[in-house]
C-alpha cells in the first residue's frame, strides 16, 4: 500500500513539474495536475496537505535536482569549467527544442511569477539558483580561475588597496555571470522560439571562459 502511496505521490509531482515549467504556477490548476497524473482528488491533500504551494515547492525541487545530476553526469567526462558550461547550456537547450519551447529553465517561470507575491516559493527558487551558482564557482575554482585572480589581485593591487575582492569572490562572480548569461540565454530562446540566443550566448561562455 505504501509503495502504491509513493507512486501516486511521485506521479503528481512528475505532472506538477512538467506543467508548472510550461505554464506557470498561477496558470497551473490542480485539477489538470491531477487529470495528467491520473490520480484522485483526495490523494492531493493526503500526500501534499500544504496545498499547491508545498505541491509546487516539491516540484521545483525535483527539477532542481534534476539539473544538478544533469551536471554530475557531464562533470564525470568534462571536468573543466570551460568545457562543462557550454555542455550544461546544450543540455537545456536541447531539452527546450525538444519539448517545442514549452520547456527551458524549470524554476524560471515560476521565479519570475512569484517573485514579489509568494514568499515561500520565492525561497525555494532562489535556493536553487544558489546551488546551482555554488556548483559553478566550485568547477570554476577547480578549473584554476580563483587563483589566477588572487595572483593577479596581488601583483597589481596598489598600496593602500581597499578593495576586498579575494579569489572566492571573483569565482563567484564569475559563476553569477554565467549563471544568468544561461537563465537569459533560455528566456529569449523560448521567446523567439529559436535557439539563435543560446548559440549566441554560448559563444561568449567559451570566450568568457577559456
Known amino acids: 500500500m505504501a509503495v502504491k502511496g509513493d507512486e501516486t505521490r511521485a506521479r503528481i509531482i512528475a505532472a506538477a513539474r512538467a506543467l508548472v515549467e510550461a505554464q506557470g504556477s498561477h496558470g497551473t490548476g490542480l485539477n489538470e495536475v491531477l487529470a495528467v497524473a491520473g490520480a484522485p482528488r483526495g490523494s ?3 500526500h501534499f496537505p ?4 508545498q505541491l509546487v515547492g516539491e516540484a521545483l525541487a525535483a527539477a532542481g535536482r534534476e539539473v ?3 551536471i554530475d553526469d557531464l562533470a564525470g567526462t568534462l ?5 562543462l558550461v557550454p555542455a550544461v547550456l546544450d543540455a537545456l537547450a536541447d531539452r527546450m527544442v525538444a519539448a517545442g519551447y514549452a520547456k527551458g ?3 524560471a517561470t515560476v521565479a519570475l511569477e512569484v ?3 509568494n514568499e515561500q516559493l520565492r525561497r525555494v527558487c532562489a535556493g536553487i539558483y544558489e546551488g546551482w551558482q555554488r556548483r559553478l564557482a566550485d568547477a570554476l575554482r577547480a578549473d584554476g580561475h580563483a587563483a589566477a585572480d588572487v595572483l593577479h589581485a596581488e601583483k597589481h593591487d596598489a598600496p593602500g588597496d581597499t578593495g ?3 579569489g572566492n569572490d571573483t569565482a563567484d562572480e564569475l559563476a553569477a555571470t554565467v549563471l544568468a ?3 537569459g540565454a533560455l528566456v529569449l530562446a523560448r521567446a523567439g522560439r529559436s535557439r539563435l540566443p543560446v548559440e549566441r550566448v554560448r559563444r561568449q561562455v567559451v570566450r568568457l571562459l577559456a
Open 44 to 46: 492531493l491533500y493526503h
Open 50 to 53: 500544504g496545498g499547491k504551494d
Open 68 to 70: 544538478d545530476a544533469m
Open 79 to 83: 571536468p573543466a569549467a570551460r568545457d
Open 105 to 107: 529553465c524549470p524554476v
Open 115 to 117: 517573485a514579489s507575491s
Open 164 to 166: 576586498n575582492d579575494t
Open 181 to 183: 548569461m544561461i537563465e
